[in-house]
């Protein structure tokens, strides 16, 4: 069974940094893309970015561009999600989420993916 473990989140000032942490456990990690999503209070949960399983392709939402950046190190079954320039309509649930790889590329779907972890609060003052 396929364990996620989300981490790094916290409260930050407008125009800081976070580093969110998702390790990964009970299959084999390069087996699967990797896609964040966030859920702000009142609201449905949304794409943020996803990376393919060996690392090769990503793919943002337009209101992370140039501000937020996946990665992942599949020798520590983890992956990453750097945030700079933090907004206060980045405040959030951050989850990670795991889907199995498919021939034709990735998801940005919350329904497409297999596995979810329990989510870590990011939250950005004014």
């Known amino acids: 069974q396929v364990q996620l473990v989300e981490s790094g989140g916290g409260l930050v000032q407008a125009g800081g940094s976070l580093r969110l942490s998702c390790a990964f456990s009970?299959?084999?990690?390069?087996?699967?893309?990797m896609g964040w999503f966030r859920q702000a209070p009142g609201k449905e949960r949304e794409f943020v970015a996803v990376?393919?399983?060996?690392?090769?392709?990503?793919y943002y939402a337009d209101f992370v561009k140039g501000r937020f950046t996946i990665s992942r190190d599949n020798a520590k079954n983890t992956a990453f999600l750097q945030m700079n320039s933090l907004k206060p309509e980045d405040t959030a649930i951050y989850y990670c989420?795991?889907?199995?790889?498919?021939?034709?590329?990735?998801?940005?779907?919350?329904?497409?993916?297999?596995?979810w972890g329990q989510g870590t609060q990011v939250t950005v003052s004014s």
């Open positions: 989420a795991a889907e199995y790889i498919f021939i034709g590329g990735w998801s940005i779907t919350p329904d497409e993916y297999d596995y």
């Open positions: 009970g299959r084999t990690f390069s087996n699967y893309n």
């Open positions: 990376i393919t399983w060996n690392g090769s392709t990503t």
